[in-house]
Each structure stands twice: as structure tokens, then as C-alpha cells.
T-cell receptor, first 113, second 112 residues
């Protein structure tokens, strides 16, 4: 079974630029999560989708971050414009309909200079 | 700071047992999880325990749960160099289905 796929794996941008990350969850997984992991910290949930609807985006900085999951499968997370403090690893996870077990992708490491 | 607290670092000799401790906040948490993160990789689910259990054993891993003290521990028997990683404790939050609150992680270094 293929795992959660993410791309790109690494991205370096200058502050005020825009960036987008892509995630393809495990086939059949209805729930998709985006996390931000700052160096030395645990992952922090940004947004949770159930199929193509948003369940929780209370921690998403909506003035600069946006996410979508239009067809209930793939998802993109966008930052526009980026700030230095957005430097982090962005992790995507998915879970099946039957339980809460979350399976994580390898993450995208973003460096904002 | 993190609501879920873990010690930051643990050094252990190969072949010894490792014990990683965690305290959590939501007394109504349904599930508590242990994840492993190796350098440059995502998080790998190691094991979890349901809140009505005191202990769960899975091969070399033993999870102990003390609900009264909101304390969770992970014991790794016969620790190997491949066990060197960061270990995260996470609790499921009862006010939001599927939402996990993670600790800051415990870096485990296994020395030969």
C-alpha cells in the first residue's frame, strides 16, 4: 500500500514570496490533515478535512495560509506571502474512515530567507 | 508552551531498556499515541492505548497509562541503535474528533 505522498520535499523562498505544497493521501482515507512542525517542537494542526469539507481550521493563519481539497483526494496548502517564522516542516497526514490512526507523509521542509 | 509535556533527551546503552515519559492534559482523551520520527522523515505511528486500559504490550514496546496522574510512558526493551529517533507523545482531544495534541518530543540516542 502506497503511503502519503508530499511534494516538494524541500523549498527555499524569500520572505513575501508565495509557496504551495501538495499532498496525496492514502487511497480511501477520507480525513486529511496539514501540520506545521517548527524545529524542536511537536507538530501543530493547521487544518483538517473530511472528504472535501473543512472540519477544523482554527489554528490556520487565514490572512496568509489557505488550503483546499477540491475533489476530496489531493490537497494543496498555500502560503502567501511567506514570513520568516513560516520556516518549518509541513506534514500531511491521512486517516481511514474506521478510526483515528493518522499516517504521515515525509513532509516538506520550507526555509524562508 | 506545549500542553503535552515530555523530557527532551534520553541517552541509553544498546541492549538496555528505554523509558520515555509524558504527561497530558485532557482527562477525557480517548486515545493516547506514541509516534517515532527519524531524521528527515515523517512521523511513524508506533503504538497507541485506549483510555480504559492501564497497559499495552506490543513486541518490544510496553505502554503504561496512569489516568489519575495523566501520565503515559513508553518502554522499549532491548534498545537497538535503530531506535535512535525523536519520540512524540500525543493525545486525542475530546472537543475535536481526530485532532491530536503533540508533545515537543524526546530525542533518544542509543550508544553502542
Amino acid at each position: 500500500e502506497a503511503g502519503v505522498a508530499q511534494s516538494p520535499r524541500y523549498k527555499i523562498i524569500e520572505k513575501r514570496q508565495s509557496v504551495a505544497f501538495w499532498c496525496n493521501p492514502i487511497s480511501g482515507h477520507a480525513t486529511l490533515y496539514w501540520y506545521q512542525q517548527i524545529l524542536g517542537q511537536g507538530p501543530k494542526l493547521l487544518i483538517q478535512f473530511q472528504n472535501n469539507g473543512v472540519v477544523d481550521d482554527s489554528q490556520l493563519p487565514k490572512d496568509r495560509f489557505s488550503a483546499e481539497r477540491l475533489k476530496g483526494v489531493d490537497s494543496t496548502l498555500k502560503i502567501q506571502p511567506a514570513k520568516l517564522e513560516d520556516s518549518a516542516v509541513y506534514l500531511c497526514a491521512s486517516s481511514p474512515p474506521s478510526n483515528d490512526e493518522q499516517y504521515f507523509g515525509p513532509g516538506t521542509r520550507l526555509t524562508v530567507t | 508552551g506545549e500542553d503535552v509535556e515530555q523530557s527532551l533527551f534520553l541517552s541509553v546503552r544498546e541492549g538496555d531498556s528505554s523509558v520515555i515519559n509524558c504527561t497530558y492534559t485532557d482527562s477525557s482523551s480517548t486515545y493516547l499515541y506514541w509516534y517515532k520520527q527519524e531524521p528527515g522523515a515523517g512521523l511513524q505511528l508506533l503504538t497507541y492505548i485506549f483510555s480504559n486500559m492501564d497497559m499495552k504490550q506490543d513486541q518490544r514496546l510496553t505502554v503504561l497509562l496512569n489516568k489519575k496522574d495523566k501520565h503515559l510512558s513508553l518502554r522499549i526493551a532491548d534498545t537497538q541503535t535503530g531506535d535512535s529517533a525523536i519520540y512524540f507523545c500525543a493525545e486525542s482531544l475530546t472537543d475535536s474528533w481526530g485532532k491530536l495534541q503533540f508533545g515537543a518530543g524526546t530525542q533518544v540516542v542509543v550508544t553502542p
